[in-house]
């Protein structure tokens, strides 16, 4: 069981979920379309190797939207049992559907996971009222702990700043916000709001070194995928007191990052880690293969940044 202590000023002790860089992992599949456990096996023992400091399994980077309910059990399962505590696996279990989230979550648990990434309830989306609802009803239906992923832009559910910390106070495993508004004036408040009481991680590559400034403990991350060393290098450097390197990492990424995100996410990264040698297989629809010019502008990308 997860437990926290919380002392009388709502700060919890031994919160963090992890700290650094967690990639956010793409999801290799077979020419047919089934799920590709053996090259799963692969690429977690790469990103491993490579100083990711967390795994984040079946969010959107892994195509968890177009996995059945079988099929994103299955390799949540997979891969606690394949990276054995080496490092963190968190998976997503998020739902716009609330019973539908505490199942996924209940049996994230079951698998052995150490915590769990929800997203805000997309589409239906919902009140203030409704995300904490959610988020309590999902947080209490397990002892692990929960990061709240806020991403507006792709589930037009904005969770603001007040309702992160009120949750974050009241419910002692909610732990963590994945922040990926774009909006530093918000996450800044929400930091500012909580007072310890939450941690956050980026959700954008772009703004790792911005958000750490605010007390971030690191991101939640897609171009630790073809880039772990250095996107674990950019939090690590911030980390130990080296922030003109930090920001200097952070500046030379950019580009990549920017190629990245050039097509809807995972599309980009999954031609890259192609371009790369990975043997990660095709998207599922309605993702489709991306266009043939940003293809050529990813790849030069790739080798600017040193990785192709």
Do not use: W
């Not at 009388?8 to 002790?13: I, L, P, R, V």
């Not at 606690?80 to 505490?102: E, F, L, M, Q, W």
């Not at 060393?229 to 500046?251: M, P, S, V």
């Amino acid at each position: 069981m997860y437990i926290i202590i919380a002392d009388n000023s709502g700060k919890k002790d031994g919160m963090s979920v992890f700290t650094g860089a967690g990639v956010a992992i793409i999801t290799p599949m077979k020419a047919n379309g089934e799920v590709n456990y053996d090259k799963l096996g692969e690429f977690l023992d790469y990103q491993i190797n490579n100083s990711t400091d967390a795994i984040i399994i079946c969010g959107t980077t892994g195509e968890a939207s177009t996995l059945t309910h079988e099929e994103h059990v299955e390799t949540i399962r997979f891969a606690a049992d394949y990276v054995k505590k080496r490092v963190p696996v968190i998976a997503g279990t998020g739902s716009n559907c609330t019973k539908t989230a505490v199942e996924l979550s209940k049996e994230a648990q079951a698998a052995g996971v150490d915590g769990c990434l929800v997203v805000t309830p997309y589409y239906n989306k919902a009140t203030q009222k409704g995300l904490i609802e959610h988020y309590t009803a999902v947080a209490r239906s397990i002892d692990l702990p929960i990061i709240m992923y806020n991403v507006p832009s792709r589930t037009g559910c904005n969770i603001q700043p007040e309702t992160a910390v009120k949750l974050a106070k009241e419910v002692d495993n909610i732990v963590a916000i994945k922040a990926a508004t774009g909006n530093l004036a918000q996450e800044t408040k929400t930091m500012a709001l909580a007072e310890g009481c939450l941690d956050m991680y980026s959700g954008e590559d772009g703004l790792i070194v911005p958000l750490m400034s605010i007390g971030a403990k690191g991101v939640i991350s897609v171009l630790s995928n073809v880039a772990p060393q250095q996107t674990h290098d950019i939090c690590a450097e911030f980390l130990a007191g080296n922030i003109e390197k930090a920001r200097e990492l952070q500046f030379k990424a950019l580009p990549l990052v920017d190629a990245l995100f050039c097509e809807v996410n995972p599309i980009p990264v999954k031609k890259a880690l192609e371009l790369m040698g990975f043997q990660v297989g095709p998207l599922r629809m309605p993702l489709t293969e991306m266009e043939p010019a940003n293809v050529e502008r990813l790849r030069k990308a790739m080798q600017d940044y040193g990785i192709l």
